[in-house]
């Protein structure tokens, strides 16, 4: 009884140690899985840092990038790219002056100050003023800005723009402007300059246009000739009236004296000299009747032609 009880508790302590063992493999079994995951934790934080020093690194190249680029857009909106004007600021430019345009302001029904014109306003022309509708026509003036301002002779810096009004009332016009496309910005252009006087650009203090003081002759430099356009005036071609009238090229001592040209603005009739005693001669450019903006737009194309202008 005594050996039977004694291998039974002996077996017994097997059993024991047997069933001992196998948290002792849980246990090493866990310390390696614990180990396992603190070297991902440590690998995914290292991961984390060097996604979080790309990400650093990332908006310090964009804001170079940035810094380089922001001193690109500081040329305001307004203003025409001349690139060859700085270089040619020195030279006697073209004076042309627009003369008789119908620049008048109306309050309509809502309050609202427009420019008075042929189609918006028929009824008030012939019932308040007592005019004829047809003499309204601020549209010619914006097509003749055009012409002049877009041709390469104003964009080589060589062009001065003037408009006298029928009010008498004396526009002084920036080279460097850019004129409205639209006929509904452009009047809304000219409304706001007959009320504040002037226009500046949007983000430069340069003046783009300005109303400035009577008479034109004050305003020209001494012996400057000038000439009116007219289809009772002498008959030349474009070349052929700039080889006559201009100088063989721009002139930069000053000796000699520049040219001026006086170019209706209206929709009917044509510049005298009794409006004008300044002018020497009445000059033609075609035999056939052209509009304003025809007439300046040949002007244009023979004193480049003239001066090797491309």
């Known amino acids: 009884d005594f050996h039977f009880t004694a291998s039974r508790h002996h077996s017994t302590n097997n059993i024991q140690t047997l069933q001992c063992r196998p948290p002792a493999l849980d246990y090493t079994m866990k310390s390696s899985s614990d180990d396992a995951s603190q070297s991902s934790e440590e690998q995914s934080d290292q991961e984390r840092q060097n996604v ?118 004396l526009i002084e016009v920036n080279p460097s402007i850019r004129i409205p496309r639209t006929y509904k910005r452009f009047a809304g252009l ?56 201009v100088p063989l090229e721009p002139d930069t001592t000053g000796n000699t004296p520049p040219t001026c040209f006086v170019v209706g603005a209206m929709s009917t009739g044509h510049i005298t000299i009794e409006d004008h005693p300044y002018i020497e001669k009445m000059i033609s450019i075609s035999s056939y009747p052209l509009s304003g903006a025809a007439a300046a737009s040949r002007l244009m194309g023979g004193i480049e032609h003239h001066w090797g202008i491309v």
């Open 52 to 169: 979080s020093q790309n990400d650093q690194e990332r908006p310090r190249k964009k804001m170079k990038s940035s810094q380089q680029g922001s001193h690109l857009s500081t040329v305001p909106l307004e203003l025409a790219t001349t690139t060859s004007s700085t270089q040619k600021g020195k030279k006697q430019p073209v004076i042309v002056l627009l003369d008789q345009a119908s620049l008048e302001t109306v309050k309509n029904r809502r309050g609202i100050y427009e420019l008075l014109n042929c189609d918006d306003h028929r009824e008030l022309c012939k019932t308040k003023l007592r005019k004829d509708p047809n003499l309204f026509r601020p549209d010619i003036l914006h097509q003749e800005l055009l012409a002049l301002l877009d041709s390469p002779l104003n964009k080589a810096g060589l062009l001065r723009v003037y408009i006298a009004t029928t009010k008498k009332v």
């Open 190 to 245: 000219m409304v706001q300059l007959l009320h504040k006087m002037k226009i500046k650009a949007g983000n430069d203090s340069t003046t783009l246009l300005k109303i400035i003081k009577n008479p034109f002759s004050s305003h020209l430099p001494p012996g400057t000739r000038c000439y009116g356009f007219s289809c009772e005036g002498t008959l030349y071609s474009p070349i052929a009236l700039a080889k006559t009238v």
